[in-house]
């Protein structure tokens, strides 16, 4: 599993597929809505201990039990 939380059309927990990406972990999660920051993805990898939040582009590799967040843009 993995999770998308924020600016998604249908966010939630999915099931991992291998050579998973942000772009396409965000497509299946019902992709943007119309307020979403995409350039401020952040995640939290599953098997970091710290929980810390790191960036990501849309093109980077999603892991079993991370965690992105799409934030709101403000204009």
Do not use: C
């Not at 401020?40 to 939040?53: L, P």
């Not at 960036?55 to 590799?61: I, R």
């Amino acid at each position: 599993m993995y999770f998308v939380n924020g600016e998604v059309k249908s966010p939630g927990g999915f099931s991992y597929q291998p050579g998973l990406t942000v772009r396409k972990a965000v497509t299946l999660a019902g992709g943007f809505t119309e307020r979403a920051a995409e350039k401020k993805i952040t995640v939290i990898r599953g098997n970091d201990a710290s929980h810390k939040e790191y960036g990501v582009q849309l093109d980077d590799p999603v892991f079993p039990d991370d965690i992105l967040t799409i934030p709101e843009g403000f204009w």
